[in-house]
């Protein structure tokens, strides 16, 4: 991963790849202080190629978010910033072209979006105009003056963007394009507009320069391009002129996750695999790398050349230089919650990071040593006493964290339980890397008490003490079967029915429904093992993976379901349960829980469900007596995370990181 690769002259230090991400950190076109800083802290962090982008080429397919190059009026200020980063730091520096098409939204554009047919775009929810034979040639022109405009401003490589379902996969793809001229039908007629870009835009550079695209190795889409047609529009495309290929998978409307924490790490890099396979230039992988052993493994394949890392350095912008230096658990892991990344995005917000409360504020929030040390005492090991710990030693603190159960984590212990979500282990890894990193004093199996605070006196106490079940007050609450969630999630129950009823479907009920889906069927390993030896044939195989045993229901008084959890990570969760068969009822009150069945009240009347198992799911409540136990004088007192108030992971580690900032 750390050696040099060359492309079309352009030597770049490492094999890392920063991927374009629109962060939504401008609001007008322009280069804001904000966007600088958040490139600036990840080019100082070793990334061998970094794309700022996207670039927007005209107004139709972009949105003022994210930096232009439609004019001239643009250039001076990315060269003085670039020829800053260049002095500065190692790292090359990309972009990419962007031409949204019909994912444009016009309320934002202000201008009509268009696409090569008028198929309605589920992003969006708008019908795009068809695009005559002017359009066509006009918005070529403009991928070829941005592209001028990008070597005017010292840009090293330029990357246009040709997959994601935006304008030139739209072209590519018989789902979006119906037309029935020299840019429709056939592949080679769909193909044409895109390679048209590529030669007009390589025209333009010169030859010497290099140029990238980015393609889908497969779009996921029924009747969209698969691997086969993906490897036929790669060749085509290096024949036209590209230097490099970039290869992601699936378009935004894709039922198949490509993202979430669900994508096992390193699964599309067999797209990657399938275009190298039919190309002799630099292939890039893309998607869940941000692991650098599966990075490193995905290099020595030789299914690609550069790996990228989209989302890992917004979590951790030091991530190559760490990996280069061997400091691998102080990596800030991305764990692909999109909570604050693609979640944020599509909600027309900035891009913020659950783990790195300092991303898109890196300017605003320096660590800095302190001159005055004090002495923290943090009682509670979970994401936000972990936190505020760290971001307290940091800055020179003397810090000692007591957790009272045996290991650290907290509800992070809950939340890594269900299927696809073992990774979220990883942010308890990193944060017990950092701490000890930083000299953090852990006591583990010790709940901090009164005693202690008046023996050792501390400056400070954290009181970041965690939440626990809430209880509500329902005839048969107490009986033998009735379990709470939390248990469930931690093999704290030995013994669960056939037949379970979960009483609150928000994030902790619908997970502990998928967790329990999961137990009795086959999981990756045992499918891949009946595959690879033809144990079963593939029906067979695959009903495995969908027969859980039980029969589940979750009882939810209001109508959406999953309700706080963020919306990429909603949809497969959802889809999920339903794959299961696992019984969702919205707008049911349970009303009494019976030896063998709940009974609940809908808008259809009362109702009886088979349960020899009851979950309970219905939220929690603050834990924080210590805090008004320990309300000494001369100690500051800090409540933080749950303990002040149940919220999620975003708050937990944002209020650790900003309480111990404040010391
Ligand atoms: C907030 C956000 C914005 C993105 N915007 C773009 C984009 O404009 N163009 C693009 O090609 N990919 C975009 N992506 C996809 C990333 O480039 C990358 O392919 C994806 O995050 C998967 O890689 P990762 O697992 O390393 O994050 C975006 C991703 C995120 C999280």
Redesign the pocket.
């Known amino acids: 991963m750390m050696e040099p690769i060359t492309i079309n002259g352009l030597k770049i230090p490492n094999r890392t790849v920063m ?6 950190y401008t609001s007008d076109y322009t280069l804001t202080d904000r966007f600088k800083a958040f490139y600036r802290e990840r080019a100082k962090g070793g990334v061998g190629l970094m ?1 700022i ?2 670039i927007a080429i005209d107004k139709a397919g972009s949105a003022p978010f ?1 930096p232009a190059l439609f004019d001239d009026q643009y250039v001076e200020p990315l060269k003085n910033y670039i020829d800053e980063l260049h002095r500065e730091t190692e790292t090359k520096v990309a972009n ?1 072209l ?1 031409h949204l098409g019909r994912a444009a939204f016009s309320m934002v554009s202000g201008v009509p979006s268009i696409a090569p047919s008028p198929v309605p775009s589920k992003l969006s929810g708008e019908t795009p105009r068809e695009m005559t034979a002017e359009d066509i040639e006009g918005v070529q022109e403009a991928y070829v003056q941005s592209a001028r405009r990008s070597k005017e401003a010292g840009f090293d490589f330029v ?1 246009i ?1 040709a ?2 379902g ?1 304008l030139i996969s739209q072209f590519l793809s018989p789902v979006t394009n119906k037309r029935t001229d020299a840019y429709g039908g056939t592949i080679e007629n769909r193909m044409r507009f895109g390679l048209e870009v590529i030669t007009r835009v390589r025209e333009v550079l010169g030859k010497d320069y290099p140029l990238g695209i ?1 393609i889908a190795g497969n779009d996921f889409m029924e009747g969209g391009h698969t691997n086969v047609e993906s490897g036929i529009f790669a060749a085509e495309a290096v024949k036209a002129g590209v230097d490099a290929i ?1 290869v ?1 998978g699936g378009w935004h409307e894709t039922y198949v996750p ?2 979430n924490t669900s ?1 096992p790490p390193g699964t599309y890099v067999y797209l990657a695999r399938g275009i190298k396979e039919k190309v002799d230039v630099p292939v890039f992988a ?5 692991d650098p052993y599966v990075a490193e493994r995905a290099l020595r394949s030789g299914a690609c050349d550069m790996v ?7 979590a951790d912008p030091e991530l190559p230089n760490k990996v280069k230096e061997g400091r691998f658990d102080e990596i800030v892991p ?1 764990i ?1 919650c ?1 909570q604050g ?2 979640d ?2 599509f909600s027309a917000s900035a ?1 913020f990071c659950v783990l790195n409360p300092r991303a898109g504020r890196e300017e605003e929030l320096p660590i800095r040593k302190t001159k005055n040390p004090k002495k923290v005492m943090v009682a509670g090991g979970g994401p936000a006493g972990m936190e505020f710990a760290l971001t307290a030693a940091q800055q020179g603190h003397d810090v000692t964290l007591y957790e009272k159960e045996a290991s650290l984590g907290g509800q992070v212990n809950l939340a890594k339980a269900s299927p696809g979500k073992g990774e979220l282990g990883k942010i308890t890894d990193s944060m017990r890397g950092r701490m000890n990193r930083y000299g953090v004093k852990v006591k583990l199996g010790t709940a901090l008490g009164t005693e202690t605070v008046e023996e050792e006196k501390p400056d400070v106490v954290a009181v970041a003490s965690g939440a626990l079940p809430a209880d509500i007050s329902v005839p048969g609450i107490d009986k033998p079967h009735v379990h709470c969630a939390w248990d469930v999630l931690m093999e704290r129950v030995p013994n669960i029915g056939k037949n379970v009823v979960i009483v609150g479907g928000n994030a902790t009920g619908c997970e502990t429904a998928h967790y329990l889906t999961a137990i009795g069927t086959a999981d990756p390993a045992i499918f891949t093992f009946l595959m690879y030896h033809t144990a079963e044939n593939p029906e067979s195989a695959k009903k495995l993976l969908y027969n859980s045993g039980r029969k589940i229901t979750v009882v939810e008084m209001v109508t959406r379901l999953a309700g706080n959890v963020g919306r990429s990570a909603r949809w497969p969760l959802m889809k999920s349960l339903k794959m299961m068969g696992v019984d969702l009822r919205r707008g049911a009150k349970l009303l009494e829980i019976r030896d063998d069945s709940v009974l609940v009240e809908s808008e259809e009347g009362q109702e009886s469900i088979a349960a020899d198992t009851v979950i309970m799911a219905v939220g929690s409540r603050s834990v924080n007596e210590l805090a008004a136990a320990v309300m000494t004088e001369g100690v500051k007192v800090i409540t933080l995370g749950d303990a002040k108030e149940p919220r999620k992971l975003t708050e937990a580690i944002r209020e650790g990181f900003e309480e111990a900032l404040k010391l």
């Open positions: 991927p374009s991400m629109g962060m939504a794309t982008g996207p994210m990419q962007i990357e963007l997959c994601t935006y980015r970039n992601t490509q993202l994508v893309s998607n869940r790398l941000g990228c890392w989209g989302r890992p350095l917004i991305c692909a999109n990344c693609f944020s995005i891009v």
